[in-house]
Nanobody, 124 residues
Framework: QVQLVESGGGLVQAGGSLRLSCAASGRTFSNYAMGWFRQAPGKEREFVLG????????LTADSVKGRFTISRDNAKNTVSLQMSSLKPEDTAIYYC?????????????????WGQGTQVTVSS
């Protein structure tokens, strides 16, 4: 059974930075692409960033390009989301997810395992 645990969320002022981490259990972490999604109150869950199994390919939503980056450490079974120049509209619960494949995709349905989420609040 795969478990994903996010950490690093919190309250930050607009323009600030925050780093989220996701720790994954299981021996096959390095075989799969990982993704970060977010869901704001009253809105649907949306794709943020994804990274391929070896970190060689990343996929970024237009809304966060130039501000957010994703990285992974297969030796530590972790994937991170570095967020900078945060805006109030970035406020959401952020979820880590493992894809059932090696390349990232925007389709949430392609991710079979999800963390419980971590709240990020950006104040204006």
């Amino acid at each position: 059974q795969v478990q994903l645990v996010e950490s690093g969320g919190g309250l930050v002022q607009a323009g600030g930075s925050l780093r989220l981490s996701c720790a994954a259990s299981g021996r096959t972490f390095s075989n799969y692409a990982m993704g970060w999604f977010r869901q704001a109150p009253g809105k649907e869950r949306e794709f943020v960033l994804g990274i391929s199994w070896n970190g060689g390919t990343t996929l970024t939503a237009d809304s966060v390009k130039g501000r957010f980056t994703i990285s992974r450490d297969n030796a530590k079974n972790t994937v991170s989301l570095q967020m900078s120049s945060l805006k109030p509209e970035d406020t959401a619960i952020y979820y880590c997810a493992r894809r059932n494949g090696m390349s990232p995709t925007l389709d949430a349905g392609a991710y079979g395992f999800w963390g419980q989420g971590t709240q990020v609040t950006v104040s204006s």
